[in-house]
C-alpha cells in the first residue's frame, strides 16, 4: 500500500505491508518544478539524499516508482485530501465522479486541494489498474452536529458559498482517538475524549462515543488554538479594522494571520523547542508566546469538556503534543476542576508511547499517543476497499 501526501512542490510518501501496517520504505520529494530539487529516501535502514531536478509531479511520481521498484508494485494508493467540503463523509475510491468533486471543491483549499489533485493525476497516469483512495482530512468532522458546525451568519453565506466550519487534521484525530481507546482498554464507543493535536498547525476535538462532535479549525485552518505562524481565534472584526485602518487588502490580512501569526508573531519563532528554549532564558516576548499557546489549548478542553457533558480522557499528540512536557503541564494547570490531575514525574518522562501521564487518583485520564496520518490513511484506504468490494456472500444452504 502507497500512501501519497502531495503537496505544491513535494511529495511524501510512505509504503506499508498491510494489514500488518509494516512501514517499508517512504521519503518525500522537494522542490518540484525548482532549479534544483531534493529527494530523501529511506527504506530498510538507509537513505539515500540527493539533489535532482524534477520537473514536475508525474516525474516525481516515477521517481519514487523507481526506487520502490525492489518493494514490489503497489497493490493499492491512499491519497491524502485535505478538503472533502461536506461531500464526503468518509474515505472514497477515486473514479472520475470523485476526481471531479475533489476539484469542484478547490476553491475551499486553493493551495492543497489542487496540489492533492496534481498527485492522484500522475498516479492515476503511472498506475491505471491501481485502485486509489482518497482520504479527506475534514471527513472525520462530518458527524459534527449542525450546532457546532454552524456560523451565525446571513443563512445565504451558506447556502451559496459553503461557509461553514468543516474541521480539519481528521484522519489524525480519528486515529488517535481509537489508539486511545484501545489503550485504555475501553470500547470506543463508551468514551468522551478531547484530541489536543499540536504541531505547526494544531486543533483540538471532541470525540465522544467514537465521533467527532466537534473540532476548533472552520472553514480553513486558521480558526482555533494558537499555531506555529496561524493566529487562530481572534475577532472578525480585525480584518476590516486593518483595511481601514492600516491599509491592508484581504489577501494581505489573510497572509499575515496564516503565515506571521501564532507563536511566530508573538516572539518571532514558530518553532516550540526554540520558544520553550527562550522562555526558560527569561525571554518575556517567548514566555508570553508560550503561554497564550497554552491558555488557548485549555480554555478549549474546558469548553469540549462542557460540549460532551463528560471527560474520560484528554490526549496529546504531534510533534509538541508528543514532546514537550512543558507546554502539557502548562495547558493541564487548572484543569483540577475537570478532575484531572498530571503525575508530573511521568508527564516530565512518559518513555515510550503510548504512555498515561495521571496522576493515580485523577478522575480524567491525560494520554500521550504518538500521531501516525499515513499510517491512518493506510488503514482508511484499505476499509474503503474492503467497502467497495464486500466479501462475496456465504451459500444458502
Ligand atoms: P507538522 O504540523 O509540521 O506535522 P509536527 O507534528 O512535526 O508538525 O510538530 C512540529 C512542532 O513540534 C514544532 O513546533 C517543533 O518545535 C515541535 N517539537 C518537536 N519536538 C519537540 C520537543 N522535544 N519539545 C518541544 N517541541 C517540540
Redesign the pocket.
Known amino acids: 500500500m502507497l500512501v501519497l501526501n502531495s503537496g505544491s512542490s513535494s511529495i511524501k510518501y510512505r509504503l506499508f505491508d498491510m494489514p500488518a501496517g509494516t512501514s517499508l520504505a517512504g521519503g518525500l520529494i522537494e522542490r518540484i518544478g525548482e532549479s534544483r530539487g531534493r529527494l530523501e529516501h529511506r527504506s530498510r535502514g538507509d537513505v539515500l539524499e540527493r539533489e535532482q531536478r524534477v520537473p514536475g509531479h508525474a516525474e516525481g511520481f516515477a521517481l519514487l516508482l523507481e526506487l520502490l521498484e525492489g518493494e514490489g508494485a503497489p497493490a493499492a494508493i491512499g491519497h491524502r485530501v485535505v478538503h472533502g467540503g461536506d461531500r464526503f463523509r468518509a474515505a472514497a475510491l477515486i473514479d472520475p465522479g470523485v476526481r471531479e468533486a475533489i476539484r469542484a471543491r478547490t476553491h475551499l483549499a486553493p493551495l492543497h486541494n489542487a496540489a492533492n489533485l496534481t498527485g492522484i493525476d500522475a498516479a492515476l497516469a503511472a498506475c491505471p489498474g491501481v485502485p486509489q483512495v482518497a482520504v479527506f482530512d475534514t471527513a472525520f468532522h462530518q458527524t459534527m452536529p449542525p450546532r457546532a458546525w454552524r456560523y451565525a451568519i446571513p443563512d445565504a453565506w451558506y447556502v451559496r458559498h459553503a461557509v461553514r466550519r468543516y474541521g480539519f487534521h481528521g484522519t489524525s484525530h480519528g486515529y488517535v482517538a481509537r489508539e486511545a481507546a484501545g489503550f485504555l482498554d475501553r470500547d470506543p464507543g463508551s468514551l468522551s475524549l478531547v484530541v489536543l ?6 486543533s483540538a476535538a471532541a470525540v465522544q462515543n467514537g465521533r467527532s462532535v466537534d473540532t476548533s479549525m472552520g472553514l480553513t485552518p486558521l480558526e482555533g488554538l494558537v499555531m ?1 505562524t496561524r493566529s487562530g481565534d481572534l475577532d472578525p472584526a480585525v480584518h476590516a479594522y486593518l483595511a481601514r485602518r492600516a491599509r491592508l487588502s484581504p489577501d494581505e490580512v489573510d497572509t499575515a494571520l496564516n503565515e506571521a501569526s501564532g ?1 511566530k508573531g508573538l516572539c518571532g519563532e ?7 528554549r527562550r522562555a526558560a532564558n527569561g525571554d518575556e516576548r517567548a514566555e508570553l508566546a508560550l503561554d497564550v499557546f497554552c491558555y488557548r489549548a485549555r480554555k478549549y478542553v474546558g469548553a469540549y469538556a462542557a460540549a460532551m457533558g463528560a471527560l474520560d480522557a484528554l490526549v496529546f ?11 502539557r503541564r502548562r495547558i493541564c494547570a487548572g484543569l483540577g476542576v475537570l478532575g484531572l490531575s498530571l503525575d508530573e514525574a511521568r508527564n516530565a518522562a512518559p518513555g515510550p508511547l503510548p504512555a498515561a501521564v495521571h496522576a493515580a487518583d485523577s478522575r480524567v485520564a491525560a494520554l500521550v499517543i504518538a ?1 501516525d ?1 499515513e499510517l491512518a490513511i493506510a488503514r482508511e484506504t484499505v476499509a474503503c476497499l474492503e467497502n467497495e468490494s464486500p466479501p462475496p456472500s456465504p451459500q444458502q444452504s
Open positions: 493535536h499540536l504541531g505547526n498547525g494544531a506555529g507563536l514558530n518553532d516550540m523547542r526554540e520558544v520553550e499528540t504531534a510533534g509538541i503534543g508528543e514532546n514537550s512536557a512543558a507546554v500521531t496520518e
